[in-house]
């Protein structure tokens, strides 16, 4: 089974930045999987769980909220079976757990919901201080 382990959470003040890694590991790519997607997803607590960030890793296209656009930068390393997200200029707002997934077959819609999405890591804690 699939196995994504977030890490690089932690506290820090309005305007600095973080830089998250979601490792996936025991993941076999299959021949009938064209293609899959690794996505951030954020949950505050008494909300939804909300889409912030994509990467499509067949073709590295990326996707954003528009809440984060400008401030956050996802990005792969495939050899290292990575994915980061660097998030800049953190407002309190930002504070969640956040979460990452993978998506097999996904070709649309990353951002909608993390129903879309097949595995999940535990999540790690982002608290952005005023």
């Known amino acids: 089974e699939v196995q994504l382990v977030e890490s690089g959470g932690g506290l820090v003040r309005a305007g600095g930045s973080l830089r998250l890694s979601c490792l996936v590991s025991?993941?076999?790519?299959?021949?009938?999987?064209?293609?899959?997607?690794i996505a951030w997803f954020r949950q505050a607590p008494g909300k939804e769980r909300e889409g912030v960030s994509a990467i499509s890793i067949n073709d590295d296209s990326t996707y954003y909220a528009e809440s984060v656009k400008g401030r956050f930068t996802i990005s792969s390393d495939n050899a290292k079976r990575t994915v980061y997200l660097q998030m800049n200029s953190l407002k309190p707002d930002d504070t969640a757990v956040y979460y990452c997934?993978?998506?097999?077959?996904?070709?649309?819609?990353?951002?909608?919901?993390?129903?879309?999405?097949?595995?999940w890591g535990q999540g790690t804690q982002v608290t952005v201080s005023s």
């Open positions: 997934g993978i998506g097999l077959g996904l070709r649309v819609g990353f951002l909608e919901s993390y129903l879309l999405y097949d595995y």
């Open positions: 025991k993941f076999t790519f299959d021949d009938h999987v064209d293609d899959y997607a």
